[in-house]
């Protein structure tokens, strides 16, 4: 009995006896992308409608993502690979001159979809955890039970150019893209999908990382438990660490003191806004 637990100690961290099976989330595979999103319709709100009709001059402020909906349907000729359909929703803020006055904010949503076809590796398990939910009789459950993951990293867009149009320039405009409640609830006004004597457009980029994912179980070695080291506080302030020890781990911001461009000066005046 002795010998045998001598030889559990001795073990390395690398032997199988050390070893932990844990449960993860596998990248199958996975992209990047840069896109420049050339004039985007933003549909206004009623009353920022009713200021781009009279307005003598626009400016598109910022852009803001809101949700990105996401689907996964399999490749018909190849059963390793998935679509994944991206759809953006952005919330548009403006800026309008109207006569004398200081500038009218305006704004409105856009929508810009997209996809991206990915190895998602093939696999024959359905997979149901506790908490799933058996949907309408539509067998969608069993569907979904055995593909991959879709997960989509993005950024704020950056505004690139903006411009106006009088809805007689821009010709017959059919809204295609279905709006979902939530998005609709985002804003304070109904938002206009058509009429209107002025059309507002954007040009964005966009930097995103998609990627595919599939449940894995892997061993790994077992260094150490994790313990924490941090200890619990009962009350606001009990545990406050000493201000000059905090101040001193923090680094020189020597960016903060070199003067920067026209565009770095929007970019933060629009992100405090």
């Not at 804003?187 to 002025?198: A, M, N």
């Amino acid at each position: 009995m002795s010998e045998q637990s001598t030889q559990a100690r001795c073990c390395g961290p690398w032997d199988p006896r050390q070893a932990l099976s844990v449960h993860t989330q596998k990248v199958t595979d996975s992209c990047r992308d840069k896109d420049c999103i050339e004039d985007l319709r933003v549909y206004l709100t009623c009353g920022s409608q009713q200021i781009l009709d009279s307005a003598a001059n626009v400016r598109v402020r910022c852009a803001e993502l809101l949700y990105t909906y996401i689907d996964v349907e399999p490749v018909a000729f190849d059963r390793n690979h998935y679509c994944i359909d991206l759809t953006f929703y952005y919330r548009i803020l403006a800026d309008a001159v109207v006569g004398q006055r200081r500038p009218a904010a305006l704004y409105g949503l856009a929508v810009f979809s997209k996809r991206a076809v990915l190895c998602g590796e093939d696999s024959r398990a359905h997979i149901f955890r506790s908490d799933t939910r058996i949907h309408e009789a539509d067998g969608m459950t069993q569907v979904f039970a055995n593909r991959p993951t879709a997960v989509v990293e993005v950024l704020d867009p950056m505004v690139l150019s903006s411009k106006v149009l009088d809805s007689g320039v821009c010709g017959t405009e059919t809204v295609a893209v279905q709006i979902p409640g939530g998005i609709r609830g985002m804003f304070e006004e109904e938002l206009v999908f058509s009429g209107g004597q002025r059309r507002l457009f954007v040009t964005l980029g966009q930097f995103s990382i998609v990627r595919l994912e599939r449940d894995a179980q892997l061993v790994i070695p077992v260094l150490d438990y994790s313990v924490p080291t941090k200890e619990c506080c009962d009350s606001p302030g009990c545990c406050t660490e000493d201000p000059c020890e905090m101040f001193s781990r923090i680094p020189f911001p020597t960016q903060q003191f070199s003067p920067t461009g026209c565009d770095r000066e929007d970019e933060e005046r629009c992100d405090s806004e």
